[in-house]
């Protein structure tokens, strides 16, 4: 026989499960649910192999230094792999003045996807390769130009297979794939020691910046990719990222360790980097961060091969582009 009291006891939980049921409803749990539907989107699966091929081909052009047949080669190359893959293909072409007065020709290639979308991304790496290896350990080398199969063609392979999985199946957002040229022709090493030679690196990039290849141009932010080749790639959050775009930063280092990517992507500061994504947040405003191999344990702060004749494509590790390129697709697809 039912007491009163139990009939109260009973009611009084009914009551108590619909209050946290409706509480459940409100508050942060919607945002769960977006978070986990974000989490539902599929991600293609990102081909090292492939990857890796696109870095063999534009270190067999040999050294990518501006003004030599190789660099012009290599440049109808990319412009026609990335026409191939669907893209809307722009050669920006110019001729700028490096730090000895030299009057460089120089091509940035950029490849639109869904041109017209508003909400956009931009993903960009240089394709050219340094003229001196003024880090080596030989001097005798210190005049020779590198493959940069890391410094270079790492960052362009990654951003090809990015093309051709965006071909295959389309994000939501737009993608732009900035291919920038004369970002190594810096000063050597011994040079110009006690200037400030920052305006010397990233030729391509500023020129861009200051002109772009569409009128009106802009992007939620942009993804500079430099030196993503080499083996245990390390990539702290490097300064100039974190003063101008730390919520990008966050967001992509957050990503690389939710899909098993934590011993590459660090939660710790870097150094600032003179690099292609400062000339692009100073002078078009646009948040971009760098994803660039640091090594607080080397000389230079780079990878060991850094501007030596050792960045061959014997120092290329697929497991490191996996990690960026896989990372980077996660990133994109998930944008809504
Ligand atoms: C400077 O050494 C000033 N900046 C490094 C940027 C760089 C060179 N990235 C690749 N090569
Ligand atoms: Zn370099």
């Not at 920052?198 to 772009?212: I, V």
Request: glycine share 6%; proline share 5%; aromatic share 10%.
């Amino acid at each position: 026989m039912k007491t009163c009291a139990t009939i109260i006891t009973r009611s009084s939980i009914f009551i108590f499960l619909l209050i946290i049921i409706a509480c459940n409803n409100t508050n942060q749990p919607s945002e769960k649910t977006n978070e986990e539907k974000k989490a539902k989107i599929p991600v293609p699966s990102f081909n090292a192999d492939s990857a890796y091929t696109f870095v063999k081909q534009q270190v067999d052009f040999g050294p990518r230094v501006c003004n030599t047949p190789a660099h012009e080669k290599c440049a109808g190359f990319l412009a026609e792999k990335l026409r191939s893959y669907g893209a809307k293909v722009a050669v920006q072409e110019g001729l700028v003045a490096a730090y000895n007065g030299t009057q460089l020709r120089i091509k940035n290639i950029i490849a639109s996807y869904k041109p017209s979308a508003m909400s956009r991304v931009l993903i960009l790496s240089h394709w050219d390769s340094r003229p001196y290896a003024d880090h080596d350990p030989d001097p005798k080398n210190h005049d020779k130009p590198i493959d940069g199969a890391n410094d270079g063609a790492s960052g362009v392979g990654v951003i090809l297979e990015i093309a051709r999985q965006v071909s295959i199946s389309s994000p939501t957002i737009g993608v732009d794939l900035l291919l920038v040229d004369a970002e190594d022709y810096g000063p050597p090493q011994d040079q110009m020691k006690n200037e400030d030679t920052s305006d010397w690196w990233g030729l391509g990039t500023q020129y861009w910046a200051k002109q772009q290849h569409a009128a009106g141009y802009s992007a939620r932010y942009g993804i500079l990719l430099d030196m993503v080749g080499a083996p245990n790639a390390t990539f702290l959050m490097e300064a100039v990222s974190m003063n101008f775009a730390p919520s990008v930063v966050k967001n992509i280092w957050s990503a690389g360790n939710n899909i098993g990517y934590s011993d590459y992507f660090i939660f710790e500061q870097g150094g600032a980097i003179t690099d292609d994504h400062l000339f692009i947040n100073k002078i078009l405003n646009l948040p971009t961060i760098d994803i660039i191999h640091l090594d607080r344990t080397s000389q230079t702060g780079f990878y060991p091969y850094w501007h030596t004749v050792k960045d061959d494509i014997q120092s290329i590790d697929k497991n490191t582009l996996k990690a960026v390129g896989q990372t980077l697709l996660t990133v994109i697809y998930r944008e809504q």
